[in-house]
């Protein structure tokens, strides 16, 4: 699959006359407008640039694969597929004062945590910068053209929590950060970024100029448990992950939130919980524990002691919270649409295959 036309997204804003050859000097500077501050879902609502000038653009960097809808409108999740056949996904969440973005930075993942689906299906490849800001502009743009449900129509914060590793993809997610702030003029403390513990790029975002917010995927309090679930464990420990996290608290004055997805029988006991509450004490830091999603190639399950697990954290001192399950009907976790539609295409093919 190719696009005919030259794709914006994926040219440096400051490049972005190259695009325009022939037409003067201010054309640029409206697409740049279109692109970043006002972004729309069409060339052709670009209405101060001509004709000819639009038929040369591709817009957007993908096609819309797959769009669904969930909680009375106020949730939607994209699937995106690159022309190489790459697959990103975003999800896009309404409240009523504000709307949040959860961005992909890989397609694929290469760290083959257990409970994840995107690491379930291996890693394709890095997002471009461009890729990657351009499905932030695209939730702009369906906010300002078609909005959701009750929600301000106007995007208010993105999470780098979608399909990758951002931090394995540090210096196109780095660009993509400067783009958001410089170009789409986001503040950087409404952006966060999700990693599972790669200490090098830890300490290296602590040393950018934006106060970005920083989560760290932990989901086990101790070494041997956490391996098994998030294997990069084994190159990064624990108590590395928490120095790397504590000189990010120090150097950039933000508190560090930690995530941890629930599982049955696994993560979910009260000697976890106490490891955990040991380690967010002495981090100062927030807890968002999350209701697993299935996936369809993990035999692993949602706990039913999530509100146990909550209270003996309070006890203990811990400012934690139940992360709110959103669209869960189509599939909304990080990677669940791409597998759904990959199971889909394999019974297409070979409908009488084994796929386990």
Known sequence: MSYHGQVPYLTPPDRLGDLLEGEPTYRATQLRRWLYRTPVLRTDDMTNLPLEARNRLRLWPFDV??????????????????????????????????????????????????????????????????????????????????????????????????????????????????????????????????????????????????????????HAADDELRTSLVPINARYPIAEVEAAAAHYFETKGRRVSIEWTLMDGVNDTDEQA???????????????????????????????????????????????????????EIDAACGQLRAIQADEQLKTAAPNADIG
Not at 110 to 118: I, K, V, Y
Not at 284 to 290: R, S
Not at 323 to 328: M, P, T
């Open 65 to 218: 694969e797959v769009e669904q809808t969930a909680d009375a409108g106020q949730t939607v999740k994209w699937l995106f597929r690159a022309p190489d056949g790459a697959a990103m996904e975003a999800v896009l969440i309404g409240y009523p004062d504000r709307a949040t973005v959860c961005i992909s930075s890989q397609a694929g993942c290469a760290l083959g945590c257990t409970f994840c689906a995107t690491g379930q299906f291996g890693f394709e490849r890095h997002l471009d910068a461009g890729e990657i800001v351009a499905q932030v502009a695209y939730a702009a743009a369906h906010l300002r053209t078609v909005g959701l449900a009750g929600v301000p129509r106007r995007l208010t914060n993105i999470v780098f929590m979608g399909m990758g590793e951002p931090l394995a993809n540090y210096d196109r997610v780095r660009e993509a950060i400067r783009r958001i702030v410089e170009e789409m003029s986001m503040s950087a403390r409404s952006i966060t970024v999700s990693t599972v513990g790669l200490v090098p790029g830890m300490r290296r975002l602590a040393e950018e100029p934006w106060p970005v917010n920083l989560a760290v995927s932990l």
């Open 274 to 328: 106490d490891g955990l509450a040991a380690i967010a004490r002495r981090l100062h830091a927030h807890v968002n524990v999350i209701e697993m999603n299935p996936t369809p190639l993990s035999a692993l399950q949602p706990s039913s002691r999530i509100d146990r697990f909550l209270a003996r954290l309070r006890r203990s001192g811990v400012n934690a919270t139940k992360r709110i399950n959103r669209g869960q």
